[in-house]
Nanobody, 124 residues
Framework: QVQLVESGGGLVQAGGSLRLSCAAS????????MGWFRQAPGKKREFVAG????????YYADSVKGRFTIAIDAAKNTAYLQMNSLKLEDTAVYYC?????????????????WGQGTQVTVAS
């Protein structure tokens, strides 16, 4: 059993930065790869970034590549999404997710555990 809690969302101006955190409890990251997803109003949930539990093999959606950085601090059982150069189209509810021993992927079905989401709003 893994529990995930996101934090760090808020209102930011375009071009600014936010860092999202995802605190994990339970089995933690010893067995779980991590992913970040987002869902804008009226839109489908989309993959943002994924990372292996070791911290290797980060992968990003084209829309955020070069601006966002995903990381894991295993000692703190916490995953992060550093978001820089934010754009209006980044506005969404952001969710962290964890696999249950399998490798991460770009589809929601790869993930067994989900956080409740945190709102990120980017204003001009």
């Amino acid at each position: 059993q893994v529990q995930l809690v996101e934090s760090g969302g808020g209102l930011v101006q375009a071009g600014g930065s936010l860092r999202l955190s995802c605190a994990a409890s339970g089995r933690t990251f010893s067995r779980c790869d991590m992913g970040w997803f987002r869902q804008a109003p009226g839109k489908k949930r989309e993959f943002v970034a994924g990372i292996s539990v070791s911290g290797g093999n980060p992968y990003y959606a084209d829309s955020v590549k070069g601006r966002f950085t995903i990381a894991i601090d295993a000692a703190k059982n916490t995953a992060y999404l550093q978001m820089n150069s934010l754009k209006l189209e980044d506005t969404a509810v952001y969710y962290c997710a964890a696999t249950d021993g399998s490798d991460y992927g770009t589809q929601s079905a790869y993930y067994a555990y989900w956080g409740q989401g945190t709102q990120v709003t980017v204003a001009s």
